[in-house]
């Protein structure tokens, strides 16, 4: 079992930038970042795979967000720039542990989840 806490969210203007933490209790394989609307679906938006810090980032995000990790600490972070409203979202860190080649950014495939961070990007 792997515990999940997130940080760091939070409300911006456009074309600013903010951070998210998502500190995890234990070892893990894949770290993904995920984001939902009100009414929307959960999308990826960067995962990274922890072992040879492999990341991937969707097309909306591609340049001007960041995912890294420590593992010394054993936390993931998304350092978000260029914000603009469209990334307004609930933010989740989910994290799986059992191995695998990628870290696809399909929701189903992560068992663990943190508890979500607001991000609210004003125009």
């Known amino acids: 079992q792997v515990r999940l806490v997130e940080s760091g969210g939070g409300s911006v203007q456009a074309g600013g930038s903010l951070r998210l933490s998502c500190k995890a209790s234990g070892n893990t394989v894949c770290m993904v970042w995920f984001r939902q609307t009100s009414g929307g679906e959960r999308e990826g938006v960067a995962s990274i795979y922890t072992a040879n810090g492999a990341t991937y980032y969707a097309a909306a995000v591609k340049g001007r967000f960041t995912v890294s990790q420590d593992n010394s600490k054993n936390t993931l972070y998304l350092q978000m720039n260029n914000l603009t409203p469209w990334d307004t979202a609930m933010y989740y860190c989910?994290?799986?542990?059992?191995?695998?080649?990628?870290?696809?950014?399909?929701?189903?495939?992560?068992?663990?989840w943190g508890q979500g961070t607001q991000v609210t990007v004003s125009s």
């Open positions: 989910a994290a799986d542990d059992r191995p695998r080649d990628y870290c696809y950014t399909i929701p189903s495939h992560y068992p663990y």
